[in-house]
């Protein structure tokens, strides 16, 4: 609107004046909220606390709030995944009021890696961004908690599990069939106890009638350690006791057994029948499997805990086994399903036994494969049936080792053996046939005259040696220490009195006289004294012409040649 306030002449100008000075007002004291938020738009403050929660298929950004409580703020959130070069604005998550949005709409593979951005903003004004970390979502998703439904019998409960993230789930769809689930259950006086399975059914046993009961149920992915989230809490009452009813077969249990497959249970009423079925273990996984229990050939309508079936009925593969017993129009509920694997249940060769007997008390037994490949991945254990040949008692030992010795058998005795091997593993539970029968006579036992002509051997053997080494003792003192007294050759021709003058002293003085002939010209007459006489000796000598011939003359003639020497000498010339 104009204002005419300065008449017709130069009139125009002034109105052009007024017009501008009024919309300068309108612009002036038009949207104050906008004016003061671009006057603090430079002081927005960004999102913090910014965090990421995925639980199945739902997404969800969290964030703290860096502005005023008071403000007028709102906040928007990108994304970018490593194949794109730009941030995308991120769905749900656009101009939010609140600190939190979910983005579950996201069309993206759970298995990309992705990034995220959230800001604040205010009018025209804006915080920087606050990014995150790349994340894969899959990687960072707990476990939601399963559907569960219960339904109640006297004494059971069945709970029937939906997976996680329900029938589309995308989060779970190449988890579905590795899923596990723990169930727990609890009365109002008992503690709460568990089980674990990985099908869709779980049957709670063995509960006590017109009792409530609550159940929860968490899902699990082995081997991996993922947070999960329990079911919410379902309760039931268990039903009346209904006394007519017959109790399911216990314990169903089946190992193999040469070409044939032996399926054994307990039961504890008599003149009752067994009915056993069996199911391929992949079909338990989906919901309406009972339709799909086949009856077990040999197994319908029999008297006897247990019942035989060819290994041909099943191929490679895993199965589940059940039976259930009746007497007329009743029927007991179906045992518990146990699993059946044909691989642990393999065929195991019977061994080769043979016998050695040992002495008259002892046989050896000796137990090997058919082949060097028979056991070589588990090494088995040996069942040996033993029993003397003419008595129906049979003796059974237990055995790992090959080769072993049975004692305490009786003498000149036939024994028989048999064996077969067994394979008990946490995975292989079978057994072979038993091996052909081998038969040994134990050896006959020594007689009493062996062992006194043994005795009397060792007797004289020990004589023998005895006198042996005397002998050698008195050949070597012969030797090395001869005896000082003369051999009795001699000792006949030596008189006592010369014996006594040879080695006695006396006191008349014995005297010897020797001419020695040192040359043609000197003849040495010595005479020995007796020290107890003279102590001392005499040597004489003198030039001879003689022969050299020399006497010994006794005492009167040695008496005269001390005495006359001269003389003495011219009666040896004569």
Request: proline content about 6%; charged content about 20%; glycine content about 6%.
């Amino acid at each position: 609107m104009a204002l005419d306030v300065t008449g017709r002449t130069g009139g125009g100008p002034r109105r052009m004046i007024a017009l501008l000075g009024a919309t300068t007002l309108v612009l002036l004291a038009g949207p104050p909220r906008a004016l003061s938020a671009a006057a603090a738009g430079t002081h927005l403050q960004p999102p913090h606390d910014v965090e990421v929660s995925i639980t199945d298929d739902t997404f969800t950004l969290r964030w703290a709030s860096g502005s005023d409580p008071g403000r007028d703020v709102t906040f928007s959130a990108d994304y970018q995944t490593l194949k794109m070069n730009n941030w995308m604005k991120l769905p749900g998550c656009q101009y939010v009021a609140s600190t939190s949005c979910d983005f579950s709409s996201l069309n993206i593979s759970v298995y990309d890696k992705i990034k995220l951005r959230v800001r604040a903003e205010a009018g025209n004004s804006t915080s920087p961004w606050h990014e995150l970390g790349a994340f894969v979502p899959h990687q960072k998703a707990q476990i939601g908690p399963p559907e569960v439904h219960l339904e109640a019998e006297d004494k059971a409960i069945v709970v029937s599990i939906s997976p996680p993230g329900g029938k589309d789930s995308l989060m779970w769809a190449m988890d579905k069939s590795r899923f596990k689930y723990v169930v727990s259950w609890k009365n109002a006086a008992g503690a709460p106890r568990h089980g674990e399975t990985e099908y869709p059914r779980y049957l709670i046993r063995n509960l006590s009638p017109e009792t409530t009961y609550c159940v929860t149920v968490r899902a699990a992915l082995f081997p991996q350690s993922r947070p999960a989230v329990e079911s919410p809490v379902r309760c039931v009452n268990t039903t009346v006791e209904n006394v007519d009813k017959l109790p399911p077969p216990e314990d169903v249990r089946v190992r193999g057994k040469g070409q044939e497959y032996v399926l054994q249970w307990n039961h504890t009423r008599e003149n009752v029948t067994f009915q056993a079925q069996w199911l391929y273990a992949y079909l338990k996984k989906t919901e309406n499997y009972e339709a799909e229990w086949a009856q077990v050939p040999n197994c319908e309508n029999v008297g006897t805990a247990q019942c035989v079936f060819p290994r041909s009925t099943f191929w490679r593969g895993i199965y589940f086994l059940r039976v259930r017993a009746a007497h007329g129009n009743r029927t007991s509920a179906w045992s518990e399903e146990t699993k059946f694997d044909t691989e642990s249940q393999a065929a195991v060769p019977a061994p080769i036994v043979a016998l050695k007997a040992v002495n008259s008390s002892s046989l050896r037994v000796y137990v090997g494969a058919q082949s060097k490949s028979a056991y070589q991945r588990y090494p088995p254990t040996y069942e040996v049936m033993f029993w003397e040949n003419t008595s129906n008692v049979q003796r059974k030992i237990v055995e790992k080792r090959t080769d072993f010795t049975v004692p305490n058998l009786k003498v000149l005795t036939v024994y028989c053996v048999k064996a077969r091997a067994l394979l008990q593993t946490r995975r292989w539970n079978s057994s072979s046939e038993f091996s052909d029968t081998v038969c040994e006579s134990t050896k006959p036992g020594d007689p009493p005259s062996v062992w006194l002509v043994a005795v009397t051997c060792a007797v004289v053997a020990v004589a023998v040696t005895l006198c042996a080494l005397q002998w050698l003792r008195r050949l070597v003192n012969y030797v090395f220490f001869p005896s000082r007294t003369p051999p009795s050759a001699i000792d006949e021709y030596i008189s006592e009195q010369s014996l006594k003058n040879i080695l006695l002293s006396t006191s008349e003085e014995q005297t010897e006289k020797c001419f020695i002939i040192e040359n043609i010209d000197t003849i040495a007459t010595v005479e020995e004294t007796n020290r107890t006489g003279e102590g001392h000796k005499t040597y004489t000598s003198q030039t001879s012409e003689d022969s050299g011939n020399y006497s010994n003359e006794d005492e009167s003639s040695g008496s005269r040649a001390s005495g006359d020497p001269g003389q003495a000498g011219g009666e040896g010339r004569g």
